[in-house]
């Protein structure tokens, strides 16, 4: 009786079932719930630096097309400041943005080996982990691709209109519209305040336009002004 009574189930007692195949289900859909984080995560990322990149693309080259329009009328030295800025400005991002990803892609190359080296099968996990690093070439296309999007709204604003004055104020509406555009859209990819974002970003254009017109103009009136 006791032999019997023991081998029973002890009536406070709960039994739950687990299947293995339940587990492994639930492994499986959290290890894709992660990689579709993660993924999005990337996206986003790129695409806010996009983002910042063709802002960066769009102050710069308005920027120079006030400088020059300061001081000169004629619509071609506005024209070819802003190309100049365009083709400078996209170089120098890509170059920096290169040297940079190339940078940090051999810090996570070498991170990768010390982590794996000592790990059972770590050659196989260490090849699926590279496909994650960043591109330096890749980063360095987009990032210039980017500036020269911004870089472009200015020159289109300005291309073709001659009277000065309504070139000047045409330019400063289309950037204007579209900075606030770009503090949106980085806004919504940053999770950050739509309104505070857009005001910042457009503040900012907006003192960078008026400290390179007044300095370029006050320097073309002291004498420099060819």
Known sequence: MAAAT?????????????????IMDSKHSQKIEEGDNVDYFQRAQWLRAAVLGANDGL?????????????K?????????????????????????FVSVYTQR????????????MKVGGENEEEGERETISNPYQAAFASALAFSIGAVL??????????????LGVLSLVASLALVVFGIVGAVLGKTPKVKS???????????MAI????TKLIGSNGLQM
């Open 198 to 208: 857009s005001i910042r970003v457009l503040v900012g254009g907006w003192v960078a």
């Open 59 to 71: 102050v710069s080259v308005a920027s120079l097309m006030m400088g020059v329009g300061s001081v």
């Open 106 to 117: 051999d810090i996570e190359v070498e991170q990768i080996k010390r982590e794996y080296s």
């Open 154 to 167: 200015p020159l289109l604003a300005a291309a073709f209109i001659k009277p000065h004055k309504v070139r």
């Open 73 to 97: 009328e004629d619509i071609k030295p506005m024209l070819l400041a802003g190309f100049a800025g365009l083709f400078a400005g996209a170089c120098s991002m890509a170059i920096g943005e």
């Open 6 to 22: 023991h081998n029973q189930p002890s009536n406070n007692s709960l039994e739950i079932p687990i299947y293995a195949n339940d």
């Open 212 to 215: 390179t017109f007044g300095l």
